[in-house]
């Protein structure tokens, strides 16, 4: 993306023209011309990244990092700005797989655009690989803002890094997160201070160039990395709405997320109820349709146990009775396939971590209707009858 000015004028850029631009380092430190230009460039990067994105709002621009701890690491040459990565610390809620929320601070790949003219040659990876020497941490340490496919494809090709568990807020923080290095981990969110620490402890010692030479040789950690300034709704605000909800999320107590959740969780079992009963009340209404028709044929054609029959057999009845007899069989088999069905369908959400809160509910249930698998569909039976042709069950609901 070119630009009418030289780049390297606003934030010093290494050899390489990689270099990074800290809002609160640079508060005063640069005139009102060189400001504007600044402007343009986050201004003009961030819309571009955002619809390459295909988001409906920007998220970055100059005014929405300024006041932040947020770092926007950049490549430029000259005039033109090849891209930008912008990095923030967040606050967040993880849910692991037995459904344990843990309080996590990760570093956070908020916004991560190279221009289109410059896509697959090597731009991200190098600003990326920049970007992680600066803030001296490694991908798999990282979590990543509503990752796009290209972003996912990024991460897998050049860190391997594939495995996650989907989260609500949609951040992601793959598997090894938790298994690499953990006690480095600890240490860091030990080190990290307390929300009502102020950050203008630390401001002043916020560098505000990263020279390659000096990172290099230089390995003690920057003071920025230990900063806590969360901002979730102000950055999710720049998303959409659903995104703004989500993110809402992680600043709600943990009590107040498992109410959601439990709420959530209850509408997915009515609605699996409704579709389970519906299923339910047409096969019954079919099976009880074909009885009628085998008792009314039994006695209308005179081959049931009724003495006063009244008509005699007809040609080809035995054919037509197997054909009823085998109608009820088969219903009674698409009635066995449903209760698997709703079975799975029931065992599947019980193992789903988001259902552990609601575990308890179902345990409730089972007791009072009996361990019968049907005591979890929603549905009781008794046993009508019994024939050659198998049993007969009436289902009711509970
Ligand atoms: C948290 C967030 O910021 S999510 C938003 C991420 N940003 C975007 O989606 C914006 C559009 N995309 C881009 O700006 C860039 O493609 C980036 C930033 C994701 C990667 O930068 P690049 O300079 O293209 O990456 P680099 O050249 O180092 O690596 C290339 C690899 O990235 C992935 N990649 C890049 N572009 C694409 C693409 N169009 N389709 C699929 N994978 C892609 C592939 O794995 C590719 O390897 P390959 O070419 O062998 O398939």
Redesign the pocket.
């Known amino acids: 993306m070119e630009f009418n000015f030289i780049i390297n004028k606003l934030v010093q850029l290494d050899q390489q023209g990689l270099g990074v631009y800290v809002p609160k380092a640079s508060r005063n430190k640069i005139s009102s011309q060189q400001e504007q230009q600044l402007v343009q460039v986050l201004n003009t990067m961030g819309e571009r990244?955002a619809i390459?994105?295909g988001l409906k709002q920007v998220?970055t621009n100059y005014d929405k990092v300024q006041g932040t701890d947020q770092r926007v690491y950049i490549v430029a040459e000259g005039r033109t700005c090849q891209?930008f990565?912008?990095v923030g610390q967040k606050n967040l809620f993880y849910r692991d797989m037995m459904g344990n929320i843990k309080e996590i601070k990760p570093l956070?790949?908020?916004?991560?655009?190279?221009?289109?003219s410059?896509?697959?040659?090597?731009?991200?990876?190098?600003?990326?690989e920049y970007m992680l020497q600066c803030e001296q941490t490694s991908p798999e340490k990282l979590a990543?803002?509503?990752?796009?496919?290209?972003?996912i494809?990024?991460l897998?090709?050049?860190y391997n890094l594939v495995k996650y568990i989907a989260q609500n807020n949609n951040f992601v923080v793959f598997d090894q997160y938790f298994k690499s290095d953990a006690s480095q981990l600890n240490k860091q969110n030990q080190n990290t201070p307390s929300y009502s620490q102020p950050y203008n402890d630390y401001s002043s010692q916020i560098p505000t160039s990263y020279p390659q030479q000096q990172l290099q040789s230089n390995s003690k950690s920057y003071p920025y990395k230990q900063e806590n300034n969360i901002d979730l709704m102000q950055h999710s605000s720049s998303r959409n709405n659903k995104e703004f909800l989500n993110a809402g999320r992680a600043i709600l107590s943990k009590e107040d997320i498992y109410k959601k959740d439990n709420l959530s969780q209850q509408n997915i079992e009515n609605t699996l109820n409704n579709i389970n009963t519906s299923q339910y009340s047409i096969k019954s209404q079919q099976q009880q349709q074909y009885q009628k028709d085998y008792q009314l044929d039994k006695y209308e054609n005179n081959w049931g146990t009724d003495k006063n029959a009244k008509k005699p057999p007809f040609p080809g009845q035995d054919r037509q009775l197997d054909k009823i007899q085998q109608k009820i069989q088969q219903t009674e088999r698409e009635l066995d396939v449903v209760n698997q069905q709703i079975i799975k369908q029931r065992q599947n959400l019980s193992q789903d971590p988001l259902t552990q809160n609601h575990r308890a509910q179902n345990v409730y249930n089972t007791n009072q209707f009996g361990t019968s698998p049907w005591a979890q569909t929603g549905f009781n039976y008794y046993q009508t009858s019994s024939s050659n042709y198998g049993n007969h069950y009436t289902y009711y609901k509970k």
């Open positions: 990244s390459s994105q998220i891209g990565l912008k956070c790949v908020l916004d991560f655009y190279v221009h289109e410059c896509q697959r040659q090597g731009y991200g990876k190098h600003l990326f990543y803002d509503r990752p796009s496919p290209k972003l494809a990024f897998k090709k050049h």
